[in-house]
């Protein structure tokens, strides 16, 4: 008789409480309650269609959530660098004030009232904190980059990997007050997006030179390679709030078309999910994996904005007689 690992291609998981990262039809073993758990009826996310930003811009950099995101930097058509920021309330974008330098292929990381903005092109390592009204420029990133990933749930505590140039495999994670140095990423690459915090990330994606399609998970000390998206994409985006629970959107393909193609990561694998309604690359995100949120991009710098939606799952406990 097969076993589960056999039919499914995982073993069962052991996760203390709900296991945030089940797709549909996995099995796992909840620790604390000391029972089997099943999820099932899952349905596809959902793109919808939101308000656009005031200024239609590629390359910024995005924190926060759904209903309560930040959009700094980036760059106007064609490359011209940006300082606007903007705040959205899950209906509206906002003007707030700008950036002290302006930038784009920046990192951001944390909340719309609590926002941290670092490195960028031309190749810095300027690092600005934001404190829900202005932006104040803090410690430098130890390697000055852009074409990095980043994440990070707060100002005080974000992470930082990849870029160029050179192309890199550097992390540094950042405490509140300064940048250290931490255990590199095991393929070094640039265009890649990152999500979840700075003790429990993932980087997926980039280029190494080719697309990649790589996926490591950061366990707040080392850099694990793991399955790989389904994709191979560079210049994409990406949310999640920590390593088990992730979400990759939009990216360019090899011939030059932008993809709208999505993917969720429950921790073990990528599953293709709902497109964007609109593909394209160098678009920011902010978010979870089942309340996400992407905006600008290219072409054509658009101002478009898109909110994904998982309509969620049901979770039922086995029990034995």
Same mark, same amino acid.
Request: glycine fraction near 14%; aromatic fraction near 10%.
């Given at each position: 008789?097969? *076993? ?38 899952? *349905? ?5 269609? +939101? ?10 950099? +995005? ?79 130890? *390697? ?178």
């Amino acid at each position: 008789m097969a *076993t589960y690992k056999e039919v499914n291609g995982t073993a069962v998981q052991n996760y203390a409480g709900t296991y945030p990262g089940a797709v549909d039809g996995e099995l796992w073993y909840n620790s604390t309650a000391t029972t089997f758990q099943f999820q099932y009826g899952a *349905t596809a996310g959902v793109w919808a269609t +939101g308000n656009n930003l005031n200024t239609g811009r590629k390359t910024m950099a +995005g924190a926060g959530t759904q209903t309560a995101a930040l959009g700094f930097g980036g760059q106007l058509p064609p490359a011209a660098a940006s300082a606007l920021t903007e705040t959205y309330n899950g209906t509206s974008w906002t003007e707030v004030n700008d950036l002290n330098t302006a930038r784009g292929y920046l990192g951001g990381a944390g909340t719309n009232t609590a926002a941290l903005g670092f490195g960028g092109s031309p190749a810095t390592a300027i690092t600005e904190t934001w404190n829900g009204t202005n932006w104040t420029e803090v410690a430098d990133l130890g *390697t000055a980059r852009y074409r990095f990933a980043s994440c990070g749930a707060t100002n005080t505590a974000a992470l930082a990997f990849g870029g160029t140039p050179p192309v890199t495999a550097i992390t540094e994670t950042w405490n509140g007050s300064n940048w250290t140095e931490v255990n590199d990423l095991n393929t070094a690459r640039r265009s890649l997006a990152g999500a979840g915090t700075n003790t429990s990330a993932l980087a997926f994606g980039g280029q190494d030179p080719s697309d990649s399609a790589a996926t490591e998970l950061w366990n707040g000390t080392n850099w694990t390679e793991v399955n790989d998206l389904n994709t191979a994409r560079a210049k994409l985006s990406g949310t999640g709030a920590s390593n088990t629970a992730a979400l990759a959107f939009g990216g360019n393909a090899p011939d030059g078309s932008k993809y709208a193609q999505t993917e969720l990561w429950n921790g073990t694998n990528w599953s293709e999910t709902s497109d964007l309604n609109t593909g394209r690359s160098l678009l920011a995100g902010a978010g979870t994996n089942t309340a996400a949120l992407a905006f600008g991009g290219s072409p054509n710098a658009p101002a478009a904005t898109e909110e994904f939606t998982n309509p969620g799952t049901i979770t039922k406990t086995l029990t034995t007689s």
